[in-house]
């Protein structure tokens, strides 16, 4: 089952021929067996945390000393004011909650719990004194009556710091917090870097509050706009590719051309009728629309630079896009695929979160330096929660993974189907049953191979997130490097995991075996896949680019009639980050399918020459293509003048080579620009993914390609 395998086995494995969905069997046992084992450890943190009194101290919240809210408890030794009975007293209370622990992330602030949370602002101490006396909540130390907020010496210490602000209690978990969320200012800063002044982030924030509803509208439109798409993609495939270049063409220019049109509106009105609180809000919007203005305006013209450099480069891509839509035609339910993922992503990642704040309120109370109580947890067991991080990577990995599978079992199914009309009532649901039956565990070595590569990343990425600003500059370049170069890592083991799943789709291999299959049948067809992968993941994008400038232009044209009472950078930014994501979620099962047809075509093409005995499984659109390529090649052959650019074989290309190479040279230029633009000294160019991403894997998969072109022989006999 490992990867390591003697040269008998290679030797026997090169011979063997695929068999597509034939011999059937469970691969990867031993690693099912390993993932099984790491998810019951999981459940034993899980119940660790729960059976130590995690839920009731999560639910219910906890004072400072060590007392849950809405119950008897018992004394703990040698901690004052332990061993309350806070029956009638439900709710967690804090008398500073605005001052937050950036660094432990948790309020640094007495807890105490109270009978009802201050609905309105408590300016001064008689206000505290009087809610106590009306709601018998008294939001001063146990140790202070109500008598004495306006008379003792301690009251400044003992008493929450004024003005107290309006609060609500959280559902389900019955603590206190503020209405206004500006309290969180400071933390919001931490998370957002670039932002330095407390009053723009103030500004900000209220810019989210007050558009909520339409950004809650826009987002629902990018959602419904995507499942359009799709739907659309399964009839006008052929047309695709031509009819999303309009469009994008059309959505760009008109995007930058409204931007600079309401920059120019703005700029010319009159700032004399505008009163001073709303002239910094006008400034503000004013400077977010020059900056939008010029940032549509150069990726306008990159994206006109990019489609000029690919225009001749479509053929193959086109046939594979129409074969696409022909398999959402007779599979309807891959639409819905990431209904179902998400679904389960969000069901573990609620466990996660469930299972990690039982954490942090698990353990055994200890009293620290201030005197206050905190739950600890002692010994080996401290280290539970790196094990429950590396569990939220595997596992979210794993369940992305298992839609692969999915996704790629269905197509298969589909592809080596000769006859249509014998195809499975409900194909995902076979590929379902045969993913659980056989391959649950090739789903789960594949995804910790993904784990392997991203918690180093991460550790990386954290560790640049603690040092940022007391690093010079060639540290900063180091450790940028290593991340990209990890992130470059992934992603290419992303794209083999994805072919090796379709590989053991096909012949039921494990996943050393099939990764090897997959690779050698990439390598034999390199520039296809960099045609593939460099055309029509470029379509795809600019499917997802017309989703955001769609959105996006809604969202410019609601927004700006707030424009006198909110600064509304942030809410466009969160309503076109939302519109990308959702429109990447639907588009990358269109994606996975592309790419799934392209190995099953390339397995066709290797194994079948379509001689009695040996015919091809493709469709006719994909034959059409293999016909034209052999005609145009006879026709070179023979020193025919025919223009057959788009027909040759994209292996043994030279004009395909050099068009690649004319493309990377481009996306070389674009990734520079974009190093020394978004660097933070003008000297230092440091190094991205889009420079890594060019320097490891197009220039490799020229090289590569290139090199079969010389091995190749100049003409190819037809048959």
């Not at 039982?358 to 539970?384: H, K």
């Not at 954290?462 to 180091?478: D, I, T, W």
Request: one cysteine or more.
């Amino acid at each position: 089952m490992g990867c390591c395998s003697s040269a008998s086995s290679v030797a026997q494995s090169s011979k063997r021929e695929w068999k597509p969905l034939e011999d059937r069997s469970c691969t990867d046992i031993p690693w099912l067996l390993l993932f099984i084992l790491f998810c019951i450890g999981m459940g034993f943190i899980c119940g660790f945390s729960v059976a130590t009194g995690a839920a009731a101290r999560l639910v219910s919240g906890y004072d400072s000393y060590g007392n849950i809210c809405g119950q008897k408890n018992a004394k703990l030794e040698a901690i004052p004011n332990s061993g309350m009975d806070h029956t009638h007293r439900k709710y967690v209370f804090f008398l500073d909650p605005c001052n937050l622990d950036l660094i432990n992330r948790k309020i640094k602030s007495v807890a105490l719990c109270v009978t009802a949370c201050p609905r309105q602002e408590l300016k001064t101490l008689s206000d505290v004194q009087k809610f106590a006396e009306m709601n018998g909540s008294a939001l001063c130390s146990y140790n202070l009556k109500p008598s004495e907020y306006t008379t003792s010496s301690k009251a400044s210490v003992l008493c929450p710091k004024l003005p107290v602000p309006a609060s609500a209690p959280i559902p389900f978990f019955h603590r206190c917090a503020p209405v206004n969320i500006s309290c969180y200012a400071k933390f919001a800063e931490a998370l957002i870097t670039f932002v330095s002044d407390n009053s723009v982030l103030h500004r900000l924030i209220s810019g989210v509050m007050t558009s909520k509803e339409i950004i809650l509208g826009l987002c629902l439109l990018s959602l419904v706009l995507s499942m359009i798409l799709m739907v659309i993609i399964r009839y006008i495939s052929r047309v695709l590719v031509w009819i999303l270049t309009i469009l994008v063409i059309l959505g760009s220019l008109g995007g930058t051309g409204v931007l600079w049109w309401l920059y120019a509106k703005q700029r010319r009105s009159p700032k004399e009728t505008v009163i001073p609180e709303q002239l910094q809000i006008a400034e503000d919007n004013l400077r977010a629309l020059l900056i939008y203005a010029i940032s549509a305006t150069v990726f306008t013209v990159i994206l006109f630079l990019i489609m000029l450099v690919m225009r001749k480069r479509v053929a193959l891509t086109i046939a594979l896009f129409h074969v696409a839509g022909k398999v959402f035609i007779h599979l309807p339910l891959l639409v819905f695929q990431p209904f179902w993922t998400f679904f389960a992503l969000v069901l573990f990642w609620a466990y996660w979160i469930m299972t990690l704040l039982f954490l942090g309120t698990a353990g055994s109370a200890v009293q620290n330096e201030q005197g206050f109580v905190e739950f600890r947890v002692s010994g080996p067991l401290q280290y539970m929660w790196w094990y429950h991080v590396v569990g939220l990577i595997w596992i979210s990995e794993f369940i992305l993974a298992c839609q692969q599978m999915t996704v790629a079992g269905a197509v298969v199914t589909y592809y080596f189907t000769r006859d249509k009309r014998n195809l499975p009532f409900t194909p995902i649901l076979a590929s379902v049953n045969r993913l659980i039956r056989y391959h649950l565990g090739t789903v789960a070595k594949g995804s910790f191979i993904i784990t392997l590569v991203k918690i180093p990343r991460m550790i990386l990425m954290y560790m640049h997130s603690q040092l940022k600003g007391k690093e010079n500059a060639c540290a900063r370049c180091v450790l940028k490097s290593c991340i990209c170069c990890l992130w470059c890592l992934e992603k290419c083991l992303n794209y083999l995991n994805q072919n090796a799943y379709t590989a053991t789709a096909i012949n039921s291999t494990n996943f050393c075996t099939s990764a090897k299959d997959a690779f050698v049948i990439l390598v034999e067809n390199a520039l296809r896949v960099a045609a593939i992968n460099t055309v029509g993941d470029f379509m795809l994008f600019l499917g997802k680019v017309l989703i955001v400038c769609s959105t996006g232009l809604a969202g410019i044209m609601l927004l700006n009639y707030q424009q006198d009472y909110t600064v509304w950078v942030l809410p466009l930014i969160i309503v076109c980050l939302f519109a990308f994501l959702v429109a990447h979620c639907f588009l990358s099962i269109y994606e996975m399918v592309v790419d799934v047809l392209f190995l099953c075509f390339a397995i066709d093409t290797k194994y079948n020459d379509g001689s009695p005995g040996r015919e091809f499984y493709m469709d006719k659109v994909l034959m059409e293509f293999v016909e034209n390529s052999r005609k145009a090649m006879r026709e070179a052959g023979k020193g025919g003048v025919a223009d057959a650019r788009e027909l040759k074989p994209m292996v043994g290309g030279d004009e395909e080579v050099a068009g690649l190479q004319e493309f990377h040279f481009h996306f070389l230029s674009l990734s520079v620009f974009t190093d020394c633009t978004s660097s933070g000294e003008a000297v230092v160019v440091c190094i991205t993914q889009g420079v890594l991403l060019f320097l490891f894997v197009c220039l490799p998969i020229t090289w590569v390609a290139e090199f079969l072109s010389q091995l190749k022989p100049p003409s190819v006999k037809v048959s």
